[in-house]
T-cell receptor, first 113, second 113 residues
Framework: KAGVTQTPRYLIKTRGQQVTLSCSPISGHRSVSWYQQTPGQGLQFLFEYFSETQRNKGNFPGRFSGRQFSNSRSEMNVSTLELGDSALYLC????????????FGSGTRLTVV | GDSVTQMEGPVTLSEEAFLTINCTYTATGYPSLFWYVQYPGEGLQLLLKATKADDKGSNKGFEATYRKETTSFHLEKGSVQVSDSAVYFCALSDGNTGNQFYFGTGTSLTVIP
């Protein structure tokens, strides 16, 4: 059974640009969550989607947005990139969003220069 | 608000030594507690979990007991191996705040032969 797939694995962008990251959940999983991991702030929750609806949102500025498609694939977008957005972005999927059932992907490493 | 406080690292142990990584939490409700492990260049893998007080989670020789009276969920292993070298994260999820995880800062473990 395929795991959670995140693309791309690595990305380098320039300040002020925007970026879109993709997450393909495990087949049958309807809940997708996103986390940002940085050395300074650790792992922080961005948002959770379930059946194309955002169910929960962390404390991030509006430059961070996401969406989920009917096939449960999810994308997150960061506009007007700042140096501080450099991080590992992790996606996790679950059949129904029940805690404990989340499987994480390997992440997308974003570097903003 | 909810939070997790985790033992600072890094931790360096000799092979076959006993491991303890301390974790305490603050939560408004009745959280579920987790330990995740992250190997270099990879995402998070669920190591073990406990969903109610006095539950013991165990996996691959690792154990942790949910102690409500001391709000703790310490990770232990009787005899570590070189392959256990990784970063370990304690986390909680409180149903009152949706399905998001609150993570500790992570503890880096290096096991030397």
């Amino acid at each position: 059974k395929a795991g959670v797939t995140q693309t791309p694995r690595y990305l380098i962008k320039t300040r002020g640009q925007q970026v879109t990251l993709s997450c393909s959940p495990i087949s049958g999983h309807r809940s997708v969550s996103w986390y940002q991991q940085t050395p300074g702030q650790g792992l922080q929750f961005l948002f959770e989607y379930f059946s194309e609806t955002q169910r929960n949102k962390g404390n991030f500025p509006g430059r961070f947005s996401g969406r989920q498609f009917s096939n449960s694939r999810s994308e997150m977008n960061v506009s007007t990139l700042e140096l501080g957005d450099s991080a590992l972005y992790l996606c996790a999927s679950s059949p129904s969003g029940s805690v404990g059932g989340y499987t994480f992907g390997s992440g997308t490493r974003l570097t903003v220069v | 608000g909810d939070s997790v406080t985790q033992m600072e690292g890094p931790v360096t142990l000799s092979e076959e030594a006993f491991l303890t990584i301390n974790c305490t939490y603050t939560a408004t409700g009745y959280p579920s507690l987790f330990w995740y492990v992250q190997y270099p260049g990879e995402g998070l893998q669920l190591l073990l979990k406990a969903t109610k007080a006095d539950d013991k989670g165990s996996n691959k020789g690792f154990e942790a007991t949910y102690r409500k009276e001391t709000t703790s969920f310490h990770l232990e292993k009787g005899s570590v191996q070189v392959s256990d070298s990784a970063v370990y994260f304690c986390a909680l999820s409180d149903g009152n705040t949706g399905n998001q995880f609150y993570f500790g800062t992570g503890t880096s473990l290096t096991v030397i032969p």
